[in-house]
């Protein structure tokens, strides 16, 4: 099971800190992957259960782009898990898919291991599965599924930030028509809970969670790890 906090724009240095720590002190055994802003990164000890990542990076190794990070940056740290494709990214920043198929070839090239994020808005929700599918596969334009190092998050936009999970079904349904093409693991992300992570890490397919808002409690992503960590027990 893998169980991925996304930090957005959340946490200092400091916090971060923190946060890394009292998950390590854990000593759990499920896949813990934690992506802070980049300000926070560090160099930090962690056993290979643990992996800290970036949310973005620029697809070069060093060069004139004001404001960006390139590789000799995130080398500095040994980073080498990226999020690619997130839908803040694609629908808030702006991203096109050519944009993201630069950067997911540059992650490969580097040998990262990269969270490929996919999902649908609520208007094509709206029109059932083929839509949502259709929608999906053309986020995959460009992406070379079979990379090792890939893992794809299932996140649907209208679930992201809003309180609102979708439903196990529907989870479920998409995750199977995925499995289909994509033999890497696959996480949903968008409004996991605490709560409701026992639920969904139980549906078919599914290898994980990406977590935003109820992972920034340590207490709370801890819960969630332990979950994971029980399920791992139970198999
Ligand atoms: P959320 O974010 O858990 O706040 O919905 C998920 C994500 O953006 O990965």
């Known amino acids: 099971m ?5 930090f957005k724009t959340n946490h200092n240095r400091k916090s971060t800190k923190e ?54 940056q995130l080398e500095e740290f040994d980073v080498n898990t990226v999020l690619v494709g997130h839908s803040e990214r694609r629908h808030i920043l702006g991203e096109s898919q050519k944009v993201i198929v630069d950067k997911y070839n540059y ?23 083929e839509a949502v599918m259709a929608y999906i596969w053309e986020q995959f334009d ?9 893992i794809v998050a299932y996140e649907p936009v209208w679930a992201i930030g809003t309180g609102l999970s979708a439903s196990k079904d529907d989870i479920k349904e998409v995750l199977e028509h995925l499995r289909v093409k994509v033999k890497a693991p696959l996480l949903y992300g968008g409004s996991v809970k605490v709560e409701t992570t026992q639920e969904i890490l139980s549906i078919e397919n599914c290898d994980g969670v990406l977590v935003g808002t109820a992972s920034w409690k340590v207490e709370n992503f801890s819960k969630m790890v332990e979950i994971a960590d029980n399920k791992k027990e139970e198999k």
């Open 107 to 129: 992650a490969k090239q580097k040998e990262c291991e990269i969270i490929y994020c996919v999902g649908e808005p609520k208007e094509v929700r709206e029109q059932g599965i």
């Open 2 to 6: 893998i169980i991925a906090s996304n």
């Open 19 to 72: 946060f890394i720590e009292y998950i390590d002190a854990q000593n759990y055994f499920s896949e813990i992957r934690i992506f802070p802003p980049f300000t926070a990164l560090s160099s930090f000890d962690l056993p290979p259960n643990i992996k800290v990542g970036v949310q973005d990076f620029y697809p070069v190794q060093n060069g004139s782009f004001t404001g960006e990070i390139g590789f000799e």
């Open 142 to 150: 460009g992406i070379d599924i079979d990379y090792d190092e890939l």
